[in-house]
């Protein structure tokens, strides 16, 4: 079975800042999702992807599946960017569902 | 229509209650899926249906029965919980089964249940 770990769990940043969140699994793999979550809320698919990089606004995904790593950036940082953002790959062993990473919880300050 | 659909919202229910949380999508996707996520902890699958047929139930008691009367439609039925039940229980959707398929995945909002 896959093993998803994300760094860091905890981010507060200021407005305009850069941000990173990675991820790494154990099994290779064909595509790689991010997620968001706000508070006591339903899950966001921001991203799949499965080679390269993909875009959508502020927010940029990569993937080096070689390396079984992913980044999710946001530049120019919003506080209604404030939110859990997890990473979720196949579960793997030819089982069908996601196994997902515990999550970073991302706060940004005004 | 690009959404999953989750009834009720809330949910407050004894240990001696029957109850049911229903999901529905009419984007055409053949894969379903039940996952439970406690506070502060990721999601887990508890079940994956493949063309209305339950192919993954992730050992989970049998106080949870899901059923998929049909391909836009999703139930968990629930019976007997304990308190320790109580989580968020989300649905997703894919257009296809397999963890081969780069497809995407479609989570509704939720059912916040809570078993007193």
């Known amino acids: 079975k896959n093993e998803v770990e994300q760094s860091p769990q905890n981010l507060t940043a200021q407005e305009g800042e850069f941000i990173t969140i990675n991820c790494s699994y154990s099994?290779?793999?064909?595509?790689l999702h991010w997620l968001q979550q706000h508070p006591g809320g339903g899950i966001v698919s921001l991203f799949m992807l499965s080679s390269g990089k993909k875009k959508h606004g502020r927010l940029i995904a990569t993937i080096n599946i070689q390396e079984k790593h992913s980044s999710l950036h946001i530049t120019a940082s919003h506080p209604r960017d404030s939110a859990v953002y997890i990473c979720?790959?196949?579960?793997?062993?030819?089982?069908?569902?996601?196994?997902f990473g515990k999550g970073t919880h991302l706060i940004i300050q005004p | 229509d690009t959404e999953v659909t989750q009834t009720p919202k809330h949910l407050v229910m004894g240990m001696t209650n029957k109850k049911s949380l229903k999901c529905e999508q009419h984007m055409g996707h053949r894969a379903m899926y039940w996952y439970k996520q406690k506070a502060k902890k990721p999601p887990e699958l508890m079940f994956v249906?493949?063309?209305?047929?339950?192919?993954i139930n992730e050992s989970v008691p049998s106080r949870f029965s899901p059923e998929c009367p049909n391909s836009s439609l999703l139930n968990l039925h629930l019976h007997a919980l304990q308190p320790e039940d109580s989580a968020l229980y989300l649905c997703?959707?894919?257009?296809?089964?397999?963890?081969?398929?780069?497809?995407?995945?479609?989570f509704g909002q939720g059912t916040r249940l809570t078993v007193v």
């Open positions: 997703a959707s894919s257009p296809y089964p397999g963890p081969q398929r780069n497809t995407e995945a479609f």
């Open positions: 979720a790959a196949p579960s793997g062993g030819g089982a069908d569902g996601l196994t």
């Open positions: 249906y493949s063309y209305e047929k339950l192919s």
């Open positions: 099994v290779g793999i064909s595509a």
